[in-house]
């Protein structure tokens, strides 16, 4: 069982800052004559190497910008790497940014069904878990009104109840515990667990170090790009800190 | 080929996904509304009704023999292309903030808003029907191949709505400049006068160039003069739908990667 099931191999994402600002064509005929279709590059990552094996859990720590989400996105498979490859073995679940698979005009009841089908389950398998998600995200007698009148706190409960039904190979959670209240935060943390328990990966991305610590067994920090240190949660965490409370001191 | 298989396998995964967009489409376009569905028939017929008033004093000497079904005929078809293409030109872009959060294959959302577009201009056809009923069209076995034209059209829209969804993404001058040339197109193609009214030099262009003007005459010759379409016709009429099928598939297979970097 101690086989890899993401394999970050030297990769180095890249954006181009310079096309990025143009979207519109008479900027672009005005650049292109001009010679001005500069390339002015920007590495969100360079060269980040690790392989996660199955059943252990990773935290990514960093300061704001630092590339944390680049990567994540990356080992989602929705950013290509420029350089480099990642090589992913198994059903990866993303937990969606609060709201983000949600359209705000459905109802709950619907937006389950939607959410569910992006992510790649079909409606007979949905149909099966209803009952299931509901309870779990304690929303009962909203079922039939419009998401847009949720608060960010219930939209998260239901977002994590859709996303974990499945016992997903990698589970990737991006800093969706900050809200939503203490019981919800500990039952979420006890069903990933669960999950974890099962030999679920989780690829965890938090700024509260504590939380990276209780949860994860390794971690990565990552600082403009550079992958500063890989390895066991502890010593990575220490060491993060250690810089961090440095930056303010200096301050 | 391996890259083939795991496309249909993606697009099987996710055809469920592509039946819950065409709903929700569906679904929000008439919420609270008291008629609802209804409105897809009543609409047509209403703005039919006007246009078939206005347009038939303007036209009255021309030789039209069932004037409202002539331009309701073009209308229908006209309207899907127009409508579901403008949906589907905003498709990448208003779907960014899933794009951004998950994989999915991208091409779903764009396909998703062609197809909520032919459910409507099934409705619409309902609509052309009534018309025909009340101006005492003769129905005849013929209509029974409208759904060959729907298929032509709707290859011709998935793939124009591919080709402008993608260029959208890049620059998003494309969806004003596609206001103007819809507006265009639409007095080029014959819907409101017979093809005969335009210059000599545009009729060869417009029934040679206009694909649009192949579907309307196929469809004209169901309900107006109960013929099966000329050949010609529907050969343009498919060759135009590969055509843009091709070009729309491949545009956005080659760019649909650097979509994350715009959106």
Known sequence: MNDVVVDVRNVTIRFNLASEKIDNLKEYVIKVLKRELLFQEFLAVKDASFQIRRGEAWGLVGSNGSGKSTLL??????????????IVNGVISPLLELGAGFDQNLTARENIFLNGTVLGHSMDYMHKHFDEIVEFSELQDFLDSPIKNFSSGMRARLGFAIATIVRPDILIVDEILAVGDYAFQQKCLKRMDEMMSGGTTLIFVSHSIDQVRELCDHAVWINKGDIMQVGPVDEVCDAYMESMEKKVAKK | MRMFFARIQGFIKYK???????????????????????????????????????????????????????????????????????????????????????????????????????????????????????????????????????????????????????????????????????????????????????????????????????????????????????????????????????????????TQDRFILYI
């Open chain 2, 16 to 254: 469920d996904l592509m039946g819950q967009l065409v709903l929700r489409d569906l679904k929000l376009k008439y919420r609270r509304s008291i008629l609802g569905y209804l409105w897809s028939i009543l609409n047509p017929l209403f703005i039919m009704t006007i246009m078939a008033i206005v347009f038939s004093q303007m036209f009255r000497s021309t030789t039209i023999p069932n004037y409202p079904v002539y331009l309701m005929s073009g209308q229908v078809l006209f309207n899907y292309m127009n409508i579901s293409t403008h949906g589907a030109i905003n498709s990448i872009n208003g779907s960014a903030s899933l794009l951004k959060k998950t994989y999915l294959p991208k091409y779903v959302f764009t396909v998703s808003k062609i197809t909520s577009g032919l459910i409507d201009c099934i409705f619409s056809i309902g609509a052309l029907l009534i018309v025909m009923l009340f101006t005492g069209a003769t129905f005849s076995w013929h209509l029974l191949l409208f759904p060959l034209i729907l298929i032509q059209l709707y290859v011709f829209c998935v793939g124009l709505g591919m080709f402008l969804a993608a260029t959208n993404v890049f620059f998003r001058d494309i969806q004003y400049i596609y206001n103007a040339i819809t507006t265009a197109w639409l007095y080029l193609t014959p819907m409101f006068y017979p093809i005969e009214k335009l210059p000599e030099k545009l009729i060869f262009l417009v029934a040679h160039c206009n694909p649009m003007y192949a579907y309307v005459t196929q469809l004209r010759c169901l309900t107006l003069y109960n013929c099966i379409p000329d050949m010609h016709m529907v050969l343009y009429g498919c060759i135009d739908a590969c055509l843009a099928l091709i070009l729309g598939v491949w545009v956005f297979l080659k």
């Open chain 1, 73 to 86: 996105k990356a080992i989602c498979g929705i950013l290509k790497p420029y350089k480099g490859e990642i």
